[in-house]
């Protein structure tokens, strides 16, 4: 089982922060490649935007600790734990950290890249209070044609 | 009307796999007729030996340290210098067929552009480049990419499974199932990676990035001037061409190669006399880099492995020689080649069976290192045909596309134009190239810095996993071109490391800050 942790310092408080990260029902709002999330009861299923749909088991979700805990539970890996922590620094900051253990150890990696690009997006998006950006091949239109 | 540019790339090919370079296994006529017209170059070397830091160099015109890309993994960003773009902007047509990787290809999430091109079947979208400006994709109007086999969602395995379906799982599986690089053997030696392949030949993915390279040709008005980069995935493993063309080479008439030492003590020995990773690799005590299989030992290696990987090799490499043929003959019936520039290179080199190993990794010698490179300059430029024996980079290649279209370097490439020939070569101070590998994966981490100069190679390690700082390669290319003695210790050669360590660190390239992240293993 491989390791991968990810953390930003965001310039919000940590109710501010949580109150995004910590709602499974929004990850598709700050976590790139992720096109809808839906939460049913302890299940919430992720849909990204190669098309995968992927089930996950929330574990804990404290609005005390600011600890959110899931699971991965579809074919993609064989384990996954995923812990997404805000620490108030005191300073109407706060420290964002987004851990990944995985097995295969790739897929530690890939989820974890990926991780990286969610935080600094959630810290883009709630220090410049910007929309979400939308899914799809780039941030402006597309030019080209069908090949 | 200016000149037009072939860009050929392939992958992970060795300098001596081409008949020009005095290869004798594999057939190369079309390479070595352009090596004979134009510029052949003794001494290219790659800034890394993975591809995506190597494929960002030809990109962009710098070194890993500065465009950032400092391990497989790590994606260049979109907005990252493009020599294509600069030809795009100055009126080029541009095009990218075959294998990029710029971005991972492990990619659930769809979160980077080149995969979602070809999810979404769109041939480019708009992008900041560097300097602000909104243009096609890294400066691709056209992109069209294939890797190596029919997994995933690039454009060639999207085009297998909607034309040829049955052929899908014709091919070796690159990755196990732990999304490791595949350790399972096959052919007829089980040989890691090596498998008969029952595609038909015209299915196979070199057939169609030359197919493809054609069709954008062919739809060019007479009059565009135009840069395709046409990027052949083989012969990079797996070792999979199609059964039907095996029967060019007999690998049990394959020869030996001279950088695998047949005795197991000499090749040992030799381990013993580089830094520790080389052997713990050898005995499969530590696999530092994702490039290499997991779950292969490299002391496993047999002879006739070596002989069944080489003869495969060398047939993909047969296969890329013709499917260029095909595409030359193409521009030919369009009127342009006396207009036309052809250069072929790859993005580094393969282990193949040198020091009893296989594929890459942290291993700065020729193997890895010594790259084909040939240049045939459009014939209506009236270049006298040369051998140049200057060390050159591939970070030298976008200054000469740029020189190529009659536009000056762009102040943010490193490199300088191809020179053509080694007087050239000295008056322009081509004395030196740098090349570096960075890797930390799942607590390894390996750091090495080399120069190539003055008929030497000398490598130096940071500390890592295996490493304090201290240890370090050098080798004479003259005396030693297999590079199996290591002088790093050697009192004769001190004054020569110490000169060489000097150079290296004087001259060490800008480092990106901040540090990119790693975002997946490959």
Redesign the interface.
């Known amino acids: 089982m491989?390791t991968v942790r990810?953390e930003t310092r965001i310039r919000r408080s940590a109710d501010d922060v949580w109150a995004l990260a910590g709602d499974p029902a929004r990850l598709h709002e700050w976590?790139?490649?992720?096109v809808a999330s839906s939460v049913d009861g302890p299940v919430r299923t992720v849909t990204?935007?190669?098309g995968?749909e992927m089930p996950e088991e929330i574990l804990t979700i404290d609005p005390i600790l600011r600890r959110f805990r899931y699971r991965i539970t579809s074919g993609?890996v064989r384990q996954h734990l995923g812990v997404i922590d805000v620490f108030d620094l005191g300073d109407d900051s706060s420290l964002v950290s987004y851990s990944t253990d995985a097995?295969?150890?790739?897929?530690a990696?890939?989820i974890g890249?990926?991780t990286?690009?969610a935080l600094a997006e959630l810290r883009r998006q709630l220090e410049d209070e910007a929309p979400p950006r939308p899914?799809?091949?780039?941030p402006?239109?597309?030019?080209?044609?069908?090949? | 009307m200016g000149r037009k540019i072939l860009f050929v790339t392939t992958d992970q090919q060795r300098y001596d796999t081409l008949g020009c370079n005095g290869g004798t296994l594999a057939r190369t006529p079309v390479v070595d007729a352009l090596a004979a017209q134009g510029v052949r170059y003794e001494r290219a070397v790659p800034q890394s030996v993975v591809c995506m830091p190597s494929r960002s160099t030809m990109l962009t015109g710098q070194h890993p340290a500065t465009h950032g890309v400092w391990m497989n993994?790590v994606p260049l960003p979109v907005d990252a210098p493009s020599v294509a773009a600069e030809l795009q902007r100055a009126g080029y047509r541009t095009a990218l067929i075959g294998k990029a990787h710029f971005e991972?290809y492990?990619?659930?999430?769809?979160?980077f552009?080149e995969?979602?091109?070809a999810?979404?079947?769109?041939?480019?979208?708009?992008?900041?480049w560097f300097d602000g400006t909104?243009g096609?994709?890294r400066g691709f109007?056209h992109l069209?990419f294939a890797t190596h086999g029919a997994a995933g969602?690039h454009?060639y395995a999207r085009w297998l499974r909607e034309h040829h379906p049955e052929a899908v799982g014709m091919y070796y599986a690159t990755l196990d199932?732990?999304?490791?690089v595949n350790a399972a053997g096959g052919g007829d030696t089980d040989a890691p990676q090596a498998h008969h392949n029952q595609i038909e030949r015209g299915w196979y993915h070199t057939d169609w990035v030359a197919d493809r390279t054609i069709t954008w040709l062919d739809a060019l008005d007479a009059g565009d001037d135009w840069f395709a980069w046409m990027s052949f995935p083989d012969p990079h493993h797996p070792w999979d061409p199609p059964a039907s063309e095996m029967a060019r080479i007999d690998w049990r008439d394959v020869p030996l190669p001279a950088g695998y030492p047949v005795d197991r003590v000499e090749r040992e020995r030799n381990l013993d006399d580089k830094p520790r990773h080389w052997r713990l690799w050898y005995d499969g005590e530590l696999v530092s880099n994702?490039e290499a299989p997991r779950d292969w030992v490299p002391a496993t290696l047999t002879d006739d492995q070596v002989r069944e990987v080489n003869a495969r090799n060398a047939v993909e490499c047969e296969l890329i020689d013709e499917a260029l043929g095909r595409v030359l003959a193409a521009i030919d019936r369009r009127g342009w080649t006396d207009d036309v520039d052809v250069i072929f290179t790859t993005d580094h080199g393969e282990l193949q069976g040198d020091h009893g190993l296989l594929f890459k990794g942290p291993y700065h010698v020729d193997a890895l290192m010594r790259l084909p490179l040939v240049w045939r300059p459009a014939p209506s430029a009236a270049v006298a045909p040369a051998v140049v024996q200057r060390p050159v980079g591939l970070v030298d290649l976008a200054p000469t596309f740029c020189a190529i279209a009659g536009l000056g370097a762009a102040d943010w490439m490193q490199g300088a134009a191809l020179p053509v020939d080694d007087a050239d070569a000295d008056a322009r101070g081509f004395e030196r190239v740098l090349t570096q590998w960075d890797s930390e994966l799942?607590g390894v981490a390996v750091h090495v810095r080399t120069i190539t100069r003055d008929g030497w190679v000398c490598t130096a390690y940071g500390p890592g996993a295996v490493h304090d700082g201290t240890e370090g390669e050098l080798y004479d290319l003259a005396d030693d071109p297999l590079q199996q003695h290591n002088r790093w210790d050697d009192p004769a050669a001190a004054s020569m490391r110490a000169d060489l360590l000097a150079d290296l660190w004087d001259h060490q390239p800008v480092a990106r800050s901040p540090k990119l992240?790693?975002?997946?293993?490959v």
């Open positions: 491989a990810r976590f790139p490649g992720m990204t935007a190669t995968i993609l097995e295969p150890d790739a897929m990696l890939i890249g990926a990286g690009a899914a799809g091949v780039s402006v239109e597309h030019s080209g044609s069908a090949v | 993994g991972p492990l990619d659930p999430f769809g979160r552009t995969n979602m091109l999810i979404e079947g769109v041939e480019t979208t708009d992008q900041p909104i096609p994709h109007e069209e969602q454009h199932r732990s999304a490791n994702y799942f992240e790693l975002e997946a293993p």
